[in-house]
T-cell receptor
Framework: SQQGEEDPQALSIQEGENATMNCSYK?????LQWYRQNSGRGLVHLIL?????REKHSGRLRVTLDTSKKSSSLLITASRAADTASYFC?????????????FGQGTILTVHP | NAGVMQNPRHLVRRRGQEARLRCSPM?????VYWYRQLPEEGLKFMVY????????ESGMPKERFSAEFPKEGPSILRIQQVVRGDSAAYFC?????????????FGPGTRLTVL
């Protein structure tokens, strides 16, 4: 079964607006990470939030984690056309998982200039 | 410090041929993960290796797929007798430690097309 599922599947906004993407997961985790993937390219790590953290910021990014609801959100403030990409959440179960990640299906974000 | 290198970037094979995908981790990293991304989907874990050891291959198909990470040289993902369903993007990631709470650094991927 799919561990991480992003919502919405696609999001289209205007430059300057905020973009919010959500991720739900099923099993317990040690941390949750967000990645960005530009079309046809590799993944870029954005932010890692540990299971004992509730919120984390990095520049224009804000990530929240609610382990009781098994969900996370990624907020991009004051979006730019360059933010257009696919965004994936990935969970790390910890323990003997050796750091392997379980990815969601992703949210395709389009920011119109 | 060069990032994770993967080659080739694009690979075209006919059904029944072999595909070899190479991954050079970042300098100082001895832990490599391989993931597969099918069209319009997220990445799926395949295998985790340390130098000369396969640690977790729970995501690897039982047949036709193999992986290695020799003492010297890149990690290799090998697909024998490829079929059209193997067409996907294959990403490797490296990490300084194979433990939780460590960022993984991804390569640009190899896009395999099976004709």
């Amino acid at each position: 079964s799919q561990q991480g599922e992003e919502d919405p599947q696609a999001l289209s906004i205007q430059e300057g607006e905020n973009a919010t993407m959500n991720c739900s997961y099923k099993t317990s985790i040690n941390n949750l990470q967000w990645y960005r993937q530009n079309s046809g390219r590799g993944l870029v790590h954005l932010i890692l939030i540990r299971s004992n953290e509730r919120e984390k910021h990095s520049g224009r990014l804000r990530v929240t984690l609610d382990t009781s609801k098994k969900s996370s959100s990624l907020l991009i403030t004051a979006s730019r056309a360059a933010d257009t990409a696919s965004y994936f959440c990935a969970t790390d179960a910890g323990g003997t998982s050796y750091g392997k990640l379980t990815f969601g299906q992703g949210t395709i974000l389009t920011v119109h200039p | 410090n060069a990032g994770v290198m993967q080659n080739p970037r694009h690979l075209v094979r006919r059904r029944g041929q072999e595909a070899r995908l190479r991954c050079s981790p970042m300098k100082g990293h001895s832990h490599v993960y391989w993931y597969r991304q099918l069209p319009e989907e997220g990445l799926k874990f395949m295998v985790y290796l340390q130098k000369e050891n396969i640690i977790d291959e729970s995501g690897m198909p039982k047949e036709r797929f193999s992986a290695e990470f020799p003492k010297e040289g890149p990690s290799i993902l090998r697909i024998q007798q490829v079929v059209r369903g193997d067409s996907a993007a294959y990403f490797c990631a490296s990490s300084p430690q194979g433990t939780t709470n460590n960022e993984q650094f991804f390569g640009p991927g190899t896009r395999l097309t099976v004709l």
